[in-house]
Antibody, heavy 117, light 112 residues
């Protein structure tokens, strides 16, 4: 079974940094596209980034140049490095696997990131 | 960016009765490979979204057959044949035909 566990969230100040981790089990992250999505309180989900199976990545315009996706294949873990955080980055962040069906097939439980002074 | 628009935003339904949600995209969702990457996701209170329907009309693993999807091009519909109490929550349409993937505003399904 696909299992995704996010960690690393919490409170950050505007302009600060956080690194989210997503530990995957039940599959290899090199076999699938891995995504990050987020959902601000009371809002619809928003796609943030994709890490392709070959290792390249693409990011939403709203985070381009501030967020970076990466992975450690030995740990079967993906990361989201978030720099220059803004108040509007406050959201629950989800790690999401693409198994080739909907594009965002299996979601982790999510981790809360709060950006506030 | 493809804009997804759902109607209605709120849907009060009687248990055992049908429900229907519509979704319209600003551009055709037909991919160059011929697939249409339109999905429906359910989000129960306090939980992450989960996929119900993908490729317009295919039920995801474990999804009850009271859920069905239809449509083509830019207009799509999710139908629940007989609403059960566990169906309460938010429903989103989502397109994955092109990046950035985008979602509808959500429809709140509630029991009358």
């Amino acid at each position: 079974d696909v299992h995704l566990v996010e960690s690393g969230g919490g409170l950050a100040q505007p302009g600060g940094s956080l690194r989210l981790s997503c530990a995957a089990s039940g599959f290899s992250i090199t076999d699938n596209y891995m995504n990050w999505a987020r959902q601000a309180p009371g809002k619809r989900p928003e796609w943030v980034s994709v890490l392709y199976s070959g290792g390249g990545a693409s990011h939403a315009e709203s985070v381009e140049g501030r967020f970076t996706s990466s992975r450690d294949t030995s740990k079967n873990t993906v990361y989201l490095q978030m720099d220059s955080l803004r108040v509007e980055d406050t959201a629950v962040y989800y790690c999401v696997q693409n198994s080739g069906w909907s594009g965002l097939d299996y979601w982790g439980q999510g981790i809360l990131v709060t950006v506030s002074s | 960016e493809i804009v997804m628009t759902q109607t209605p935003l709120s849907s009060p339904v009687t248990l055992g009765q049908p429900a229907s949600i519509s979704c319209r995209s600003s551009h055709s969702l037909v991919h160059s490979n011929g697939n249409t990457y339109l999905s429906w996701l359910q989000q129960r209170p306090g939980l992450p979204p989960r996929v119900l329907i993908y490729h317009v009309s295919k039920r995801f693993s474990g999804v009850p057959d009271r859920f069905s999807g239809s449509g083509a091009g830019t207009d799509f519909t999710l139908k629940i044949s007989r609403v059960e109490a566990e169906d309460v929550g938010l429903y989103y349409c989502m397109q994955a035909t092109q990046f950035p993937y985008t979602f509808g505003q959500g429809t709140n399904l509630e029991i009358k």
